[in-house]
């Protein structure tokens, strides 16, 4: 790097940086595994054992991870299905198990709107998107109704949205004529909140060519809420556009609506109590714990499926 003609290219030499950045990091990971492994041999310690499993673990799976973005911070939008307040308690049970897994791994999740309509949350952390990315997709519980007076079983289903946060270069090249923007403002704390002396400062803004909507109330001003707003716009315009192979914005028309269908992942409180992926087979009847946060046997699965 000292090299004067290693800088002549600064971004490839940018980009060299950042993968040397990468493999040192990795390298030191990998070594302080060894040298527990080197103590374990001398005093066995049950618990140092499993945390040392659980780290080659994470070192193991981050190397089935081939996209550049799976490296990055994700967005998380969980959306009610149809249903009215079942749906809508289903959403927000399942916005808490992921922020509940995030804290477990160490992330830093934070809510961006929490919207009965559509709750966000941005998740940093190293490979967030990466493990988070197979989530999206619609879920199902099935459950003894707490909206019921007569105590009927109900099943209810939300959609989960994932998204990679998007690096200022890529949102710097994406550029929304402002006649394709719709925007709304309302009181932090949902549409029409109660407390009228509130301003509006949460902003919520529809790509109207698309449907494609986001929104933050998060920031104390409304300027600070519209740019994240726009940003995570962008990113989820520019996630479209690499699913539906479209260079240009402007050739983007698909309308975007929940993609309803068959489910990834099954949740049954009632008659008996089970958690079941139906991609990979994975299942537990532990579902308190999974409802808490406790993915890692869901998520992991779905990596090593990707590398299949």
């Known amino acids: 790097m000292s090299d004067g003609d290693f800088w002549r290219d600064r971004k490839e030499a940018e980009e060299r940086v950042k993968t040397l950045g990468k493999l040192q990091s990795f390298l030191a990971r990998y070594r302080e595994v060894e040298r527990g492994i080197q103590e374990l041999k001398k005093v066995f310690e049950k618990a140092k054992f ?12 981050e190397q089935l991870f081939s996209s550049a973005r799976d490296r990055q911070a994700a967005v998380l939008t969980v959306y009610p299905g149809a249903g009215g307040e ?5 959403a927000r049970m399942l916005f808490l198990m992921y922020e509940g897994f995030a804290r477990r791994r160490g992330w830093s999740p934070k ?20 493990y988070l990315k197979r989530e999206a997709g619609v879920h199902r519980l099935v459950r003894i109704s707490p909206f019921s007076p007569k105590h009927l079983r109900h099943t209810s289903f939300a959609l989960v949205e994932v998204v990679p946060d998007l690096p200022p270069v890529e949102e710097s090249k994406i550029e929304i004529p402002e006649k394709d923007l719709k ?13 009228v002396n509130k301003v509006e400062t949460a ?26 707003a726009l940003k995570l716009l962008k990113a989820k315009l520019f996630h479209l556009m690499e ?18 269908g068959n489910q990834i992942r099954s949740y049954v409180l009632n008659p008996y109590q089970l958690v079941k992926d139906h991609r990979t087979e994975v299942e537990t009847a532990k ?8 993915l890692d046997q869901f998520v992991e699965a779905e990596v090593e499926l990707m590398d299949a």
Do not use: C
Request: glycine fraction near 8%; charge should be neutral.
């Open 111 to 130: 809510v961006l709107d929490e919207n009965p309509r559509g709750r966000a949350m941005e998740i940093r952390g190293e490979y967030a998107y990466g």
């Open 203 to 228: 902003v919520r803004i529809t790509h109207l060519p698309t449907g494609a909507i986001a929104s933050s109330q998060v920031e104390r001003s409304q300027a600070q809420n519209r740019e994240r």
């Open 50 to 61: 499993f945390e040392l499993k659980r780290k080659f673990r994470q070192l193991e799976l």
């Open 287 to 294: 579902t308190d714990e999974v409802l808490k946060g406790d």
């Open 86 to 90: 079942d749906a809508e308690d289903w």
């Open 183 to 195: 925007f709304d403002f309302f009181r932090s704390g949902g549409p029409g909140g109660q407390n």
């Open 243 to 260: 699913r539906n192979q479209v260079a240009e914005l402007q050739n983007l028309r698909v309308k975007v609506k929940p993609e309803w």
